[in-house]
């Protein structure tokens, strides 16, 4: 009887842990960052949730839902492949260690090693700028797998009148109607994101789509469901950050000094209302710098630029994005920038260091962080007050320097001796595949059949979830086995072929991409017929 107890208490105890170890962990979670405010009900945690997504699901688009779903740490290429072997296509990064995917409406979530999910509902895809009641002008944005056709006949459905604009994103929608039938629409399964168009872009003005802002640590960021990407520089809190600006190759038809005084024009408008300090340095590639260039095409960050028109720039976010790239801004080097004129460079580099600092999109038309370009001459209260949600508030701003008050405030001057970038590790040599042991002499037992899969790592895309511009785009990567390789293939939307080049180092493509939503996959098989596959998703903007 004395062991029965013993064990009794040793169960209660390891069952007492294990609940308080959950609940913790639980906790634990970071939030998810919406500009809504809110966050829908974990339906993993109860059974009445589970059978509220049962009822959802009934209604779900092509029998898939859209689902918001997180995890303990951020996604990394094992789970994304994890998450294609179940036909989840991922759609959007949503900070943090949030993912926004289609998926199946039979999907076991916890299975998938998923802490949260969430079905969102009009409350969440609602921008809270939008009024209340009355009509209003709005952007629809529709989730990346869904075509625009759809999205038409959802929205004359609902009796919207529509517009079009030729700088609309492929997923978004103008569309101006009652408030009513606007929230019914964002209550739909397709639609990701409402929020106000402004007159500019309802009365066909001159705006560009930024399409910047977008890459996130495993996948393109949810740019306009997202409020902030991380906690800024300076970590949770709002505090001070000082950082670093190396300026490089500049449009050489404009003047270089009157560049660099835009630039550092639009570097004091942040300074000066945010605890923010900027010191310009000669080398690059530091830790905690942001490095501001133009170039042409494919400039080596794996986002190759799409000519004249389309991007005009990117921008990486901040930590937890990867050191040295975090902060970086890349301008299109074929785009006709001028200065005081489109495409006005001050205006371009306000708001990309927006992004460079952690801002996402704000839905105030007339603010810097909108999601489409225009000239401006500052920062907007909207751009203030989500700035100093980053950081600590600058009470005053930093002083200009005397006989002009009217100049930009010069940096401060460079440290004597910056720390020079360490030099990466050199990649090691892999280790050549074994020999396989030679056939036996007859009469011996048969070998052990081979069932071991290929590796097969891709080297380009940088992550399996990657935004372009580009219509085409060529996979790399390199496969090995214990035995030999027999093919590398890739499938897509616009067919399937054969890769090129040795297994150690092909390339696949160039594929053909769609506007929108693009799942890729490719295949290695080795001589004895065992297959490795990794799933990417690619979305054409």
């Known amino acids: 009887m004395q062991s029965d107890k013993c064990g009794v208490a040793r169960r209660f105890c390891l069952w007492f842990v294990l609940y308080f170890c959950s609940g913790v962990a639980a906790q634990q979670l970071p939030p998810l960052r919406l500009k809504a405010g809110r966050v829908p009900p974990n339906l993993l945690e109860s059974v009445e949730g589970k059978a509220r997504a049962s009822l959802q699901w009934r209604g779900a688009w092509q029998d898939r839902a859209h689902w918001l779903v997180q995890f303990r740490a951020e996604p990394d290429e094992e789970l994304i492949e994890r998450l294609g072997w179940l036909d989840v296509r991922v759609l959007q990064y949503v900070p943090d260690q949030g993912l926004l995917v289609s998926a199946p409406a039979e999907t076991d979530w916890t299975a998938a090693g998923a802490a949260y999910a969430g079905l969102l509902t009009a409350e969440e895809k609602w921008s809270p700028a939008l009024p209340e009641e009355g009509e ?10 869904v075509s625009r056709g759809d999205g038409v006949l959802l929205a004359e459905a609902a009796g919207l009148a529509m517009r079009e604009h030729p700088e609309l994103l492929p997923n978004a929608m103008l569309v101006r109607g ?36 977008l890459m996130g640590p495993a996948a393109l960021m949810g740019a306009n469901l997202a409020t902030t990407f991380g906690d800024g520089w300076d970590g949770p809190g709002l505090g001070a950050a000082s950082l670093s600006v190396h300026i490089g190759a500049l449009p050489a038809w404009l003047d270089r000094g009157a560049m660099l005084a835009e630039i550092r024009r639009a570097l004091q408008a942040w300074a000066s209302v945010a605890q923010l300090s900027f010191t310009e340095a000669d080398v690059r590639r530091l830790r905690r710098q942001i490095e501001i260039w133009a170039a042409a095409g494919d400039h080596g960050d794996g986002f190759p630029f799409d000519g004249r028109g389309g991007v005009l720039a990117h921008t990486f976010y901040p930590p937890p994005n990867a050191e040295t790239i975090a902060g970086d801004m890349h301008l299109d080097l074929d785009e006709p920038w001028k200065i005081g004129a489109d495409i006005d460079l001050f205006s371009v580099v306000l708001h990309e260091l927006g992004h460079a600092l952690g801002l996402g999109h704000n839905d ?42 009217d100049a930009p405030a010069p940096p401060p001057a460079p440290p004597p001796a910056p720390p020079s970038n360490p030099t990466p590790p050199s990649n090691p040599t892999p280790p050549p595949s074994p020999t396989p042991p030679p056939n036996p002499p007859p009469g011996d037992p048969p070998s052990t059949p081979d069932t071991v899969a290929p590796s097969l790592t891709i080297t380009f895309p940088y992550s399996p979830v990657h935004g372009t511009s580009a219509d085409t785009i060529t996979i790399r990567g390199m496969a090995r086995d214990n035995a030999a390789i027999r093919e590398i293939t890739w499938s897509a939307k616009s067919g399937s072929g054969a890769a090129q080049g040795p297994p150690d180092s092909f390339s696949a493509g160039p594929i053909p ?29």
């Not at 004895?528 to 054409?540: E, F, K, P, Q, Y």
């Open 178 to 213: 009652s408030v009513e039938a606007l929230r019914a629409l964002a209550g739909r399964d397709e639609v990701a994101y409402v929020y106000p168009a402004g007159q500019a872009l309802w009365n066909g003005e001159p705006l560009v789509a930024c399409a910047s802002g």
């Open 513 to 541: 991409l769609a506007r929108g939503f693009n799942p890729i996959t490719i295949t290695a098989v080795d001589a004895a017929g065992n297959v490795t596959r990794r799933n990417l998703s690619i979305t054409r903007w």
């Open 364 to 405: 105030d038309p007339g603010s810097v962080m909108y999601p489409y370009y225009r000239r401006l001459t500052g920062l907007t209260a909207a751009d203030k007050a989500e700035i100093r949600k980053l950081y600590a508030a600058r009470e005053e701003a930093p002083p200009t320097p005397p006989g002009n008050p």
């Open 136 to 145: 209003a002008a709005a952007v629809v944005e529709l989730h990346l797998d």
